[in-house]
Every structure is written in structure tokens, then in C-alpha cells.
């Protein structure tokens, strides 16, 4: 299995955010994860789509953005024009899932779909065939630097075998505590795309570590 990775922006220097970005690209990543926070629907706010815009120059590759925002339907526009390739957002967020997923794909996006820690994978297996990527969240979402939840891995074989039964190319993401260590649990478990914060963000040599986690 082709394994992707996706850097979170989160963990990167928010003085030097495009220069950041340029390493990440340098360093032959397939996404830059981008973590877009409310305060609502979790307790911690980042940033929101006029800051990315800015460095969507300095990344070549996908935009993988990943709304934890109450509202996503509203905001679908904005994020668009900002320049995501793929908009993830969270299944129990507030909006009408079936109508944000619309959304997403009638302006030409790629969309996935999100599992908190607590919520069941068959929240999900409804709207499969209609997404791109599944993302299991493996810490509660709204900081980076937490500790990795094995205990979410059946989810992720769940949706493994859920994907592999569909016939579609669907990719599983999964983000939280994701290093060089757990990423192996995760790929064994039956996910193709890492997304890594501060594993990533905190070493020299960007170029050296996504290595390392390949
Ligand atoms: C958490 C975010 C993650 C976060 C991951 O709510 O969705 O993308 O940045 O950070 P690490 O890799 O440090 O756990
Ligand atoms: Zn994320």
C-alpha cells in the first residue's frame, strides 16, 4: 500500500508559516494537513481560511484541510476559494452532513468525512461511497501533542474492510499522536495516509524525518 503524508501545520511555526510550508514540500510530502479549530466545536481556535490562502503558494501538492468547526456547510465557499484540495469535516459536527458533502463536491473538492474517538465507524458507513478519504481520529480533536489512542485501531480495520469492500479508491486518514513508532500500528491496521504534527515540526532535518515515518 502506497503510504501518504500529511504534515499538520498546527505544529509548524506560525511566524514562518509559508517558509514552513516550502520545507514540507521540499521534503516530498503527498498533503499539507491543515487543522482548522472554532472554539466550539472544540475548545481550541487556529486559524481559518484568509491564513491559508497565503501559503497555498508555497505548497505545491494537496491541501488537506480538516475542519473541527461546528458549522462547516457555511463556510464550504470560503474554504473552496482558499485553496483546499480535499475538505474533511466531522460527522457530528451541526450542519446536514448530506448536504455539506454536496457542497464540497458540487464546487469541485474532494471531501471526507471524520470520527471523533467516541464516535462508532457505522456513523460514517452510510455516506462511504460518496467520499474520498475516512479520517479516524486517534486523540480527541483540538491540540496537538497528545498521547496516540490505540485502542482506535478496530476502527480503523472496521473502515479498512468497509473500503476494501466498496471498491473504491478511498483513502483512511488517521491524526493524532501519530509518530515513528505508532505510524506502524496505524499502516499494520490498515490506513494509507499519516497525518504528523509535532513528530514532524519538532525535528532539524524535515526532509530526514518524514523519511523516517515513511
Ligand atoms: C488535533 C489535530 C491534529 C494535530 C495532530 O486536533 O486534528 O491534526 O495537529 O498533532 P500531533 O501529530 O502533534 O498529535
Ligand atoms: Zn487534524
Excluded at 500500500?1 to 520545507?23: C, H, T, W
Excluded at 487556529?46 to 503558494?57: H, L, Q
Excluded at 446536514?96 to 457505522?122: F, M, R, W
Excluded at 500500528?185 to 523516517?212: H, W
Amino acid at each position: 500500500m502506497m503510504i501518504k503524508i500529511s504534515p499538520s501545520i498546527l505544529a509548524a511555526d506560525f511566524s514562518n508559516l509559508g517558509q514552513e510550508a516550502r520545507a514540507m514540500d521540499a521534503a516530498g510530502v503527498e498533503m499539507l494537513h491543515i487543522d482548522v479549530m472554532d472554539g466550539h466545536f472544540v475548545p481550541n481556535i487556529s486559524f481559518g481560511a484568509p491564513v491559508y490562502k497565503m501559503i497555498r503558494k508555497d505548497f505545491s501538492r494537496i491541501f488537506d484541510v480538516h475542519l473541527m468547526i461546528s458549522e462547516p456547510l457555511r463556510y464550504i465557499d470560503d474554504f473552496v476559494k482558499a485553496g483546499a484540495d480535499i475538505i474533511t469535516f466531522h460527522v457530528e459536527c451541526d450542519s446536514d452532513v448530506q448536504a455539506t458533502i454536496d457542497k464540497i463536491k458540487e464546487k469541485g473538492c474532494k471531501v471526507g468525512l471524520s470520527v471523533k474517538p467516541g464516535t462508532p465507524a457505522s456513523a460514517i458507513l452510510p455516506y462511504l461511497e460518496q467520499l474520498d478519504m475516512v479520517l479516524v481520529m486517534t486523540v480527541e480533536p483540538g491540540f496537538g501533542g497528545q498521547s496516540f489512542m490505540e485502542d482506535m485501531m478496530p476502527k480503523v480495520r472496521e473502515f479498512r474492510q468497509a473500503i476494501d469492500a466498496c471498491g473504491k479508491e478511498i483513502d483512511l486518514q488517521v491524526d493524532g499522536g501519530v509518530n515513528d513508532k505508532t505510524a506502524k500500528i496505524c499502516v499494520e491496521n490498515g490506513a494509507n495516509v499519516l497525518v504528523a504534527g509535532s513528530y514532524l515540526f519538532k525535528q532539524e532535518d524535515y526532509k530526514a524525518a518524514v523519511a523516517k515515518l515513511r
